[in-house]
């Protein structure tokens, strides 16, 4: 199933034909959610295989021999993706959904599920993303980054509006006794108390030397040399590993080298006007 230049579109939101179909979506959304699932959910380029590493890595208490063994997609599955049935669920079952809070909300509703919602700058989002659509044959050509950066703000991008994604799942923090945000932010400049903060959440204590090895088998460094995490085993025809990585830098604060004086302006107004108070965890 290459269909690299289809795009469907799903609730008035493109996705990449590739990895998604109408069923595949359909299902997704009647996903009957068992309590003990741990259902990791992210804007694309926020941290999200970061975070998979490191349920992964809580889960066998710092062991990596599952993070660098079994493929991230195999070990925590997009739900919306169409080969998601296919895969054989882990127990607890790890899933990770990139779907908005508006469509995925219903289906979660009365379920125990634990939700992680990871959140990243936004401008660091979509500098990542802009970068992404360069080596992803699945997604459509970024232009010049002036043209992506109108298309992030004004939502038309694949997976939807940052801004509705954000404000829908952090707006439930109040509401969802089983919803943990975190950000990229705090992962990267507290890894120790991010690993610590999780673990507790899913009930998985850890003794510290145990914190310490997930600190060590999740960092950047290890991430971006563990194939099983760094995508270097999808083929180059769906992305083409010579145009980037898809680890990059790992960085806070990247979008500085890419914005100019005058985007950044642009960025903040509209910032301001579709977030008039910034949520939770959203952080400029």
Not at 57 to 78: C, E, F, M, Y
Not at 145 to 168: A, M, N, P, R, V
Request: glycine share 6%.
């Amino acid at each position: 199933m290459a269909r690299l230049d289809v795009i469907e579109t799903f609730h008035g939101i493109l996705f990449p034909g590739h990895l998604h179909t109408q069923d595949s979506l359909q299902l997704a959304l009647k996903f009957p959610f068992q309590d003990t699932d741990i259902v990791i959910v992210s804007y694309p380029k926020s941290g999200t295989t970061w975070m998979q590493e490191i349920v992964t890595l809580i889960s066998s208490k710092g062991d990596p021999h599952v993070s660098q063994t079994v493929p991230n997609w195999a070990r925590a599955p997009w739900l919306e993706h169409h080969y998601f049935a296919e895969t054989s669920p882990t127990t607890p079952r790890v899933i990770t959904t990139h779907l908005p809070h508006h469509l995925l909300g219903p289906a979660l509703q009365g379920s125990k599920a634990k939700v992680i919602y990871v959140s990243r700058n936004p401008k660091d989002v979509v500098v990542s993303f802009y970068h992404f659509h360069k080596m992803a044959n699945f997604l459509p050509e970024a232009g010049s980054f002036s043209e992506f950066l109108k298309q992030f703000l004004e939502g038309t991008l694949h997976y939807g509006s940052w801004f509705d994604h954000i404000k829908g799942w952090t707006s439930q923090t109040g509401t969802m006794n089983n919803l943990l945000p975190i950000t990229y932010e705090e992962m990267l400049l507290d890894p120790h108390g991010a690993i610590k903060r999780v673990s507790s959440y899913l009930q998985s204590p850890l003794l510290e030397d145990e914190v310490n090895n997930c600190v060590k088998h999740c960092s950047f460094s290890s991430m971006k040399s563990n194939k099983m995490a760094n995508y270097s085993l999808v083929s180059q025809e769906i992305m083409d590993h010579s145009k980037g990585s898809f680890m990059r830098k790992g960085e806070i604060g990247d979008w500085k080298n890419m914005f100019t004086e005058e985007q950044n302006q642009y960025f903040e107004s509209i910032f301001k006007s579709k977030i008039e108070e910034e949520p939770k965890n959203t952080t400029l």
